[in-house]
């Protein structure tokens, strides 16, 4: 992954190589106040370890109709798919399935 000394990255690559050793940054930063320390770790940080993903708020209450019966059936999917030590038998309630959701005793329209 070597660049040509003509471009400006591989200008950049040859500099760094020549001026930029272990022992010359560790003098650097031993020669550094506290809080310049800090900076550098700092500054390094995003080179060495991987970035966080970035927080979801999801909350329940912040669901449709749609996406709670979703939720709802990926989890009793998981649930029934567990070995039967790991869970009581369950049962998906009739009242919703994967298309619509019906209210309880309301009769099934297609059924006409």
């Known amino acids: 992954m070597r660049h040509s000394a003509k471009t400006i990255k591989g200008m ?10 272990t022992s ?3 003098s650097l930063y031993n020669e550094l106040p506290a809080q310049g320390k800090v900076n550098l770790l700092t500054e390094l940080m995003p080179y060495a370890l991987p970035k966080q993903p970035t927080q979801v708020d999801m909350s329940i209450e912040k669901l449709d ?3 709670l ?11 029934q798919t567990l070995p039967q030590a790991f869970a009581a038998p369950l049962l998906i309630p009739e009242t919703i399935t994967n298309d619509k959701q019906q209210q309880p005793n309301e009769p099934d329209r297609d059924s006409y």
């Open 12 to 21: 950049v690559e040859r500099f760094l190589k020549r001026n930029m050793t």
């Open 24 to 26: 010359k940054l560790q």
């Open 65 to 67: 109709d749609k996406d």
């Open 69 to 79: 019966n979703t939720l709802y059936l990926q989890v009793m999917e998981g649930v």
